[in-house]
């Protein structure tokens, strides 16, 4: 499991990796931690997958923080775990992201990025 700590400064957004043809998929789980409930944090993560064209999901715990899953071409997952860590809803202050079970897979599990209750 990689950890990305960071402090609630100022936020600097990514540019785009660009996507390598014959690139395969990936799945990543994920957890965020820090100000991230109550600030729309799972709406712009979905925003922002779905800009990525990723699909997965997203959802609170009653643990104070926002889990779940990526699935797409792995730059562009990369994008988005960047985007978990550095950035995330304006209101939001991420204190720390983990990303475990990562895996190469043949096709995507899922049809779209959801926000489940």
Not at 16 to 31: I, K, N, P, T, W
Request: hydrophobic share 35%; aromatic share 6%; net charge positive.
């Amino acid at each position: 499991m990689r950890s990305v700590v960071r402090g609630c400064g100022r936020r600097r957004r990514q540019r785009a990796v660009a996507m390598a043809e014959g690139e395969g998929l990936v799945s990543v789980d994920y957890e965020v931690s820090g100000k991230v409930q109550g600030v729309f944090f799972r709406k712009y993560t979905q925003r922002e997958a779905k800009r990525l064209g990723l699909v997965g999901w997203v959802q609170n715990t009653s643990r104070g923080t926002v889990q779940g899953q990526i699935q797409g071409p792995t730059a562009r997952v990369r994008e988005l775990q960047e985007w978990l860590r550095k950035v995330g809803s304006p209101q939001s202050c991420i204190s720390r992201a983990d990303f475990s079970n990562e895996k190469e897979i043949t096709a995507l599990e899922h049809k779209e990025f959801q926000i489940l209750k």
